[in-house]
């Protein structure tokens, strides 16, 4: 069993960065591909990125490359989502989501993913 906490979310300007986080429980988090969703008012939810469970692989949406970098440290059982210049466009709710089975290029295709945060409001203002 995994739980995700997310934190880090916020009230930013535009052009600012946040540095999102997904903490995880349990010993088995370092075996878990570890990926990121947001969802703005209105739309439906989105891929941003992925992560393999060893960090070697990393894996972006097309439309979230180069502003948006992806890390873990499994030491600290920590997912990290490093986005830079924001945009107003960007203000969303931000999930971490967990799989067992997914690799991080597969990540956003695979239904079910096995465990889900409960989510952090970024809101980026212009």
């Known amino acids: 069993q995994v739980q995700l906490v997310e934190s880090g979310g916020g009230l930013v300007q535009a052009g600012g960065s946040l540095r999102l986080s997904c903490a995880g429980t349990?010993?088995?988090?370092?075996?878990?591909?570890m990926g990121w969703f947001r969802q703005a008012p209105g739309k439906e939810r989105e891929f941003v990125a992925a992560i393999s469970w060893n960090g070697d692989v990393s894996y972006y949406a097309d439309s979230m490359k180069g502003r948006f970098t992806l890390s873990r440290d499994n030491a600290k059982n920590t997912v990290y989502l490093q986005i830079n210049s924001l945009k107003p466009e960007d203000t969303a709710v931000y999930y971490c989501?967990?799989?067992?089975?997914?690799?991080?290029?597969?990540?956003?295709?695979?239904?079910?993913?096995?465990?889900w945060g409960q989510g952090t409001q970024v809101t980026v203002s212009s």
């Open positions: 989501a967990a799989d067992h089975r997914a690799g991080a290029r597969t990540f956003a295709a695979k239904t079910n993913l096995d465990y």
């Open positions: 349990g010993r088995t988090f370092s075996s878990y591909a």
